[in-house]
T-cell receptor, first 116, second 112 residues
Framework: GAVVSQHPSRVICKSGTSVKIECRSL??????MFWYRQFPKQSLMLMAT?????????EQGVEKDKFLINHASLTLSTLTVTSAHPEDSSFYIC????????????FGPGTRLLVL | AQKITQTQPGMFVQEKEAVTLDCTYD???????LFWYKQPSSGEMIFLIY??????QNATEGRYSLNFQKARKSANLVISASQLGDSAMYFC?????????FGTGTSLTVIP
């Protein structure tokens, strides 16, 4: 199966600071990467879809200026939470797929963000 | 509109027994894919099984099988011979176009 890594796995930061989360596809080229957010005991909520070399497509209600997504290469996408606040504390998960169609998404292990 | 429905928030099964997790979906697109993922307490999403809308046969992967009933728009996951390590959240998902829609999940507890 395909392997996707995420770094860091856990991060604690002060309110007002920015946090960058990396998502890497280790053994395949990911045409498309997805970023999700998950609150405790809830389902995954898609935040944005990013395609290599183009701007990310954000879901309705997700602030583009707050959640900056960069997909600079076929193996790396980053999510930067800018000026983090306690309500941004959540579990962030990325996934990657080889194609833009009905391809399986392979998920990273997730990043637990706690904003104090 | 909600695309995926999982009506069982929690399920219990005796070890070594089989269990069925329900999933229904709603789409007018003839081309779609159905997935099941397992999420243990560690948080990682683990891909279990995939069924394409045009696939004639039900998908199987080891102890996992997908009971695909296209006319009823259901894609239930059957886990045979349950193991203690199967205790986790299970999410059904559908991909239509380039969008993934997840259900609300079912928490499965395997009882020794």
């Amino acid at each position: 199966g395909a392997v996707v890594s995420q770094h860091p796995s856990r991060v604690i930061c002060k309110s007002g600071t920015s946090v960058k989360i990396e998502c890497r596809s280790l053994d395949f080229q990911a045409t498309t990467m997805f970023w999700y957010r998950q609150f405790p005991k809830q389902s995954l909520m898609l935040m944005a879809t990013s395609n290599e070399g183009s701007k990310a497509t954000y879901e309705q209600g997700v602030e583009k200026d707050k959640f900056l997504i960069n997909h600079a290469s076929l193996t790396l996408s980053t999510l930067t939470v800018t000026s983090a606040h306690p309500e941004d504390s959540s579990f962030y998960i990325c996934s990657a797929s080889r194609d833009r169609g009905l391809e399986t998404q392979y998920f990273g292990p997730g990043t637990r963000l706690l904003v104090l | 509109a909600q695309k995926i429905t999982q009506t069982q928030p929690g399920m219990f099964v005796q070890e070594k027994e089989a269990v069925t997790l329900d999933c229904t979906y709603d789409t007018s697109d003839p081309s779609y894919g159905l997935f099941w993922y397992k999420q243990p307490s560690s948080g990682e999403m683990i891909f279990l099984i995939y069924q394409g809308s045009y696939d004639q046969q039900n998908a199987t992967e080891g102890r996992y099988s997908l009971n695909f009933q296209k006319a009823r728009k259901s894609a239930n996951l059957v886990i045979s011979a349950s193991q203690l390590g199967d205790s986790a959240m299970y999410f059904c998902a559908i991909t239509v176009g380039n969008q993934f829609y997840f259900g609300t999940g079912t928490s499965l507890t395997v009882i020794p």
